[in-house]
């Protein structure tokens, strides 16, 4: 069953935006608002990496190269989780996932991000 809905993606220019979206749309809100959720990508022929959790406090953590320019942010109530990413460039392109960065489900499909050189 489908646990995790990812959209939002697309194609667009080097420096313009996204945002993603990441929706638990069969978890019911007492299971998702405890849950420290993340987004993961990956690129063509590269293995999935994480770049960004959001805690159930609102700690966040990115990876160093998504700092200052990809803000993860969550709504408990819609049980979604979002990336609004920024400054995109050509190595930012990827299949985008988000998971429970803890205790992972099973992974969605995804959403393609895609910055042309």
């Known amino acids: 069953q489908v646990q995790l809905v990812e959209s939002g993606g697309g194609v667009v220019q080097a420096g313009g935006s996204l945002r993603l979206s990441c929706h638990a749309p069969?978890?019911?809100?007492?299971?998702?608002?405890?849950?420290?959720m993340g987004w993961y990508r990956q690129a063509p022929g590269k293995q999935r990496e994480f770049i960004a959790s959001?805690?159930?406090?609102?700690?966040?953590n990115y990876i160093d190269s998504v700092k200052g320019r990809f803000a993860i942010s969550r709504d408990n109530s819609r049980k979604r989780v979002y990336l609004q990413m920024n400054s995109l460039k050509p190595e930012d392109t990827a299949v985008y996932y988000c998971?429970?960065?803890?205790?992972?489900?099973?992974w969605g499909e995804g959403t393609p991000v895609t910055v042309p050189s």
């Open positions: 998971n429970d960065v803890v205790a992972p489900l099973s």
């Open positions: 959001i805690s159930s406090t609102r700690t966040t």
């Open positions: 069969r978890m019911i809100t007492s299971v998702f608002n405890p849950r420290t």
